[in-house]
């Protein structure tokens, strides 16, 4: 692996822009680490979602270098992504369920192109269905499904194989304040529990305060403000990992649960 | 939430050399399938339907040729063509007499006057004569071999110098022309088979093209959850497989009813050049290996044409 191996995603002054038109994203150099939780905020039209597409391998940048898990993003050969793919989990703004497809099976695809068997995959699927409290609408396909169903059973599909990082966008914004809260936790059982990488684009400044450990990354006119230097690369000599100081929900990155998973089991949020 | 909800064990994540193609229900429940009911099943019918009759003309041309070749190598006609009757039947008994002698030659037959008489009638009417009309004498000459040109005009000098009135026609030089039509019109069926097979490429690259745009979003979808360009090629091969397969049964049993009903109208003429153009069982095992030759270029076409369009996506 390369300099600073512990990072699971470096940008180094990435820009990006659709066809001829101005850059979307400009300039963006940042480090995510392993088993940290970020929140990317920032007013609409700010390049949130295309950060996020960048992230999870759905754009290639106009300049600039990516890695992820150690690897060149940028010169890889398609081929290849798949296999990064997989260990990416992704709530898409928009859902993106396959509409033909009843809840159950949208939630078992990741599983099945991942190549596991029938047998493995109908219990953790009904398992997860029963935690996102969608076990009675298991064969419903999305059509029939309001948006906070369909929301739920997007973000089961991004955790049910475990990713290595999850990359939500606004994720809780068609369901209820409970619900909602709800959602967080299965996010944080899945930080601290697994060590999987987070990255949550929210407008909801509240949920920013409900998790304490988060980190902010905020986007401005497609430039990222860093005003702690938690994300920047490399990072800080005082140690390995980023530890923020401040950010309105008093981010602060915990370096132990940030290097190792804790558990391969994910508890759910209590309720 | 449940308790028993709060421990998930999700089966550990295969590698990328673990993703395997999708298969049974699942591959066709990514897919929706339209119960045959849109056009490129029936199109890929048609085709091959078209080509089934091609083949089978074209197979039924080589027979009636090769047939034909059989009976007509080995034989020649000598006409004496004299107006004197007299002379006309000295000459052919001494014909007769020099071919008798010939070392090639199996069997020599002088035609009789009632057979050339009647062989006439349709066009000189019932009753004409060699009086009223002077017909040539013609002797039938079957040959142990298809004579040479020099064996030919061997033979033309050997008789004149016995029968100066006599013409020697190799049956096969005369029928040079049928057999240039022949062979061009088995010519023609190949290029028409090559044009269907080229048409049945296009309908299935369109309907590939089509299909991968109608389901475009949920090739996107695999694609970004992990799936690999191999898995969602062989989800839709499987459609394309199902759609030619139909075609393909569909338009032999089109092509082969319409060449039995052929076979049977050509039966009918009672003519003896038609009758060797009939199929041969390795014919018809032919004509049932179309389809075949079909699904196997519909799915190597299909393939392609999801492979190439596939690049242009991340």
Same mark, same amino acid.
């Given at each position: 692996?390369?300099?600073?191996?512990?990072?699971?995603?470096?940008?180094?002054?990435?820009?990006?822009?659709?066809?001829?038109?101005?850059?979307?994203?400009?300039?963006?150099?940042?480090?995510?680490?392993?088993?940290?939780?970020?929140?990317?905020?920032?007013?609409?039209?700010?390049?949130?979602?295309?950060?996020?597409?960048?992230?999870?391998?759905?754009?290639?940048?106009?300049?600039?270098?990516?890695?992820?898990?150690?690897?060149?993003?940028?010169?890889?050969?398609?081929?290849?992504?798949?296999?990064?793919?997989?260990?990416?989990?992704?709530?898409?703004?928009?859902?993106?369920?396959?509409? !033909?497809?009843?809840?159950?099976?949208?939630?078992?695809?990741?599983?099945?192109?991942?190549?596991?068997?029938?047998?493995?995959?109908?219990?953790?699927?009904?398992?997860?269905?029963?935690?996102?409290?969608?076990? !009675?609408?298991?064969?419903?396909?999305?059509?029939?499904?309001?948006?906070?169903?369909?929301?739920?059973?997007?973000?089961?599909?991004?955790?049910?194989?475990?990713?290595?990082?999850?990359?939500?966008?606004?994720?809780?914004?068609?369901?209820?304040?409970?619900?909602?809260?709800?959602?967080?936790?299965?996010?944080?059982?899945?930080?601290?529990?697994?060590?999987?990488?987070?990255?949550?684009?929210? !407008?909801?400044? !509240?949920?920013?305060?409900?998790?304490?450990?988060?980190?902010?990354?905020?986007?401005?006119?497609?430039?990222?403000?860093?005003?702690?230097?938690?994300?920047?690369?490399?990072?800080?000599?005082?140690?390995?990992?980023?530890?923020?100081?401040?950010?309105?929900?008093?981010?602060?990155?915990?370096?132990?649960?940030?290097?190792?998973?804790?558990?391969?089991?994910?508890?759910?949020?209590?309720? | 939430?449940?308790?028993?909800?709060?421990?998930?064990?999700?089966?550990?994540?295969?590698?990328?050399?673990?993703?395997?193609?999708?298969?049974?229900?699942?591959?066709?429940?990514?897919?929706?399938?339209?119960?045959?009911?849109?056009?490129?099943?029936?199109?890929?019918?048609?085709?091959?339907?078209?080509?089934?009759?091609?083949?089978?003309?074209?197979?039924?041309?080589?027979?009636?040729?090769?047939?034909?070749?059989?009976?007509?190598?080995?034989?020649?006609?000598?006409?004496?063509?004299?107006?004197?009757?007299?002379?006309?039947?000295?000459?052919?008994?001494?014909?007769?007499?020099?071919?008798?002698?010939?070392?090639?030659?199996?069997?020599?037959?002088?035609?009789?006057?009632?057979?050339?008489?009647?062989?006439?009638?349709?066009?000189?009417?019932?009753?004409?004569?060699?009086?009223?009309?002077?017909?040539?004498?013609?002797?039938?000459?079957?040959?142990?071999?298809?004579?040479?040109?020099?064996?030919?005009?061997?033979?033309?000098?050997?008789?004149?110098?016995?029968?100066?009135?006599?013409?020697?026609?190799?049956?096969?030089?005369?029928?040079?022309?049928?057999?240039?039509?022949?062979? +061009?019109?088995?010519?023609?069926?190949?290029?028409?088979?090559?044009?269907?097979?080229?048409?049945?490429?296009?309908?299935?690259?369109? +309907?590939?093209?089509?299909?991968?745009?109608?389901?475009?979003?949920?090739?996107?979808?695999?694609?970004?959850?992990?799936?690999?360009?191999?898995?969602?090629?062989?989800?839709?091969?499987?459609?394309? *497989?199902?759609?030619? +397969?139909?075609?393909?049964?569909?338009?032999? +049993?089109?092509?082969?009813?319409?060449?039995?009903?052929?076979?049977?109208?050509?039966?009918? *003429?009672?003519?003896?050049?038609?009758?060797?153009?009939?199929?041969?069982?390795?014919?018809?095992?032919? *004509?049932?290996?179309?389809?075949?030759?079909?699904?196997?270029?519909?799915?190597?076409?299909?393939?392609?044409?999801?492979?190439?369009?596939?690049?242009?996506?991340?």
């Amino acid at each position: 692996m390369n300099e600073g191996a512990s990072e699971i995603v470096k940008f180094d002054n990435v820009g990006l822009r659709y066809g001829t038109d101005p850059e979307v994203l400009s300039d963006l150099s940042f480090t995510l680490f392993p088993g940290s939780f970020y929140f990317l905020t920032g007013a609409s039209g700010a390049g949130k979602t295309s950060l996020l597409k960048l992230l999870y391998l759905a754009q290639r940048p106009s300049r600039g270098a990516i890695q992820m898990f150690g690897k060149d993003i940028i010169t890889m050969p398609r081929a290849r992504l798949p296999d990064f793919r997989r260990r990416l989990g992704v709530v898409f703004q928009d859902f993106r369920l396959v509409q !033909h497809l009843s809840a159950f099976d949208n939630v078992a695809l990741p599983l099945r192109l991942a190549g596991a068997k029938e047998a493995d995959v109908v219990k953790p699927v009904s398992d997860m269905l029963e935690w996102v409290g969608l076990s !009675h609408r298991a064969q419903a396909r999305p059509a029939t499904m309001s948006g906070g169903e369909q929301q739920r059973v997007a973000i089961a599909r991004a955790v049910i194989d475990r990713p290595k990082m999850l990359i939500a966008d606004e994720p809780t914004g068609n369901v209820d304040p409970e619900m909602a809260l709800k959602l967080l936790r299965l996010f944080e059982a899945l930080n601290k529990r697994v060590g999987t990488t987070v990255v949550v684009a929210t !407008h909801d400044v !509240h949920l920013l305060k409900k998790v304490p450990e988060s980190l902010i990354m905020r986007l401005n006119k497609g430039q990222l403000s860093d005003p702690t230097g938690a994300l920047r690369y490399p990072p800080r000599p005082s140690g390995g990992k980023p530890t923020p100081t401040t950010t309105k929900a008093k981010a602060k990155v915990s370096s132990k649960a940030s290097a190792k998973p804790r558990k391969n089991t994910v508890k759910g949020p209590k309720g | 939430m449940s308790k028993s909800a709060q421990k998930l064990r999700p089966p550990k994540p295969p590698s990328s050399s673990e993703a395997k193609p999708l298969r049974g229900a699942i591959a066709t429940k990514l897919l929706p399938q339209t119960r045959f009911g849109g056009p490129i099943p029936w199109v890929i019918a048609i085709l091959i339907a078209l080509v089934v009759v091609a083949a089978a003309g074209g197979l039924a041309l080589r027979n009636l040729a090769e047939n034909a070749r059989a009976d007509l190598s080995g034989a020649l006609t000598v006409q004496i063509v004299d107006a004197n009757p007299e002379t006309r039947t000295a000459q052919t008994q001494a014909a007769v007499r020099v071919l008798s002698n010939t070392p090639m030659v199996t069997s020599v037959r002088a035609v009789s006057e009632e057979e050339l008489t009647a062989m006439l009638e349709p066009w000189l009417g019932a009753g004409a004569s060699s009086g009223d009309v002077p017909i040539p004498a013609l002797i039938d000459v079957e040959l142990d071999r298809q004579a040479t040109a020099q064996e030919i005009t061997r033979l033309q000098s050997n008789l004149e110098q016995t029968a100066p009135n006599a013409r020697v026609d190799a049956q096969s030089e005369w029928l040079r022309p049928v057999y240039n039509a022949l062979a +061009a019109l088995q010519y023609l069926a190949l290029v028409l088979i090559a044009l269907v097979a080229f048409a049945t490429s296009a309908a299935v690259w369109l +309907a590939a093209r089509n299909s991968l745009a109608s389901q475009q979003e949920t090739v996107e979808i695999m694609h970004l959850l992990g799936g690999t360009d191999a898995q969602v090629t062989g989800i839709f091969q499987r459609s394309m *497989l199902r759609d030619a +397969a139909f075609g393909g049964l569909v338009g032999l +049993a089109l092509g082969a009813l319409a060449v039995w009903f052929l076979g049977q109208q050509f039966t009918a *003429l009672e003519s003896g050049m038609v009758a060797g153009g009939g199929l041969r069982w390795i014919d018809w095992l032919i *004509l049932a290996a179309v389809p075949i030759f079909g699904i196997v270029l519909a799915l190597i076409t299909g393939r392609i044409t999801i492979a190439i369009a596939l690049k242009s996506m991340l």
